[in-house]
């Protein structure tokens, strides 16, 4: 009996399939924001640049940090250019040297 009534339940479920609407801003080939270090920009600014225009997280504002002193540059976003050209454009008003490489 407990079987027939897994069974008739389990016949009774509907799947259900969400479909992401996805907008011209999504596609594309994807392409990197980098950022390169400069003498200028605190380490407290580049962090708060990265929270507020990328809404990365604090930890990974600060290690993006540490790796652009360290190494020169970081990619600290990946996505179709046309949904990296605003953030490069809000990272470079706030004193930033960031470019967009890739396809």
């Known amino acids: 009996m407990m079987y027939d009534l897994y069974k008739n339940t389990v ?32 380490f407290e600014w580049v962090i708060q640049c990265f929270q507020e225009v990328l809404k990365h997280t604090l930890e990974q504002a600060e290690q993006l940090s540490l790796i652009i002193h360290f190494k020169g540059k970081a ?14 454009d809000a990272l470079v008003d706030r004193g930033l040297s960031a470019v967009i490489e890739g396809n």
């Open 75 to 88: 990619t600290v976003k990946t996505a179709p250019k046309n949904v990296l050209k605003p953030k490069k």
């Open 11 to 42: 016949e009774e479920l509907e799947e259900v399939v969400v479909e992401e609407e996805i907008s011209d801003s999504d596609i594309g080939e994807l392409a990197q924001l980098v950022v390169y270090n400069d003498d200028h920009n605190t």
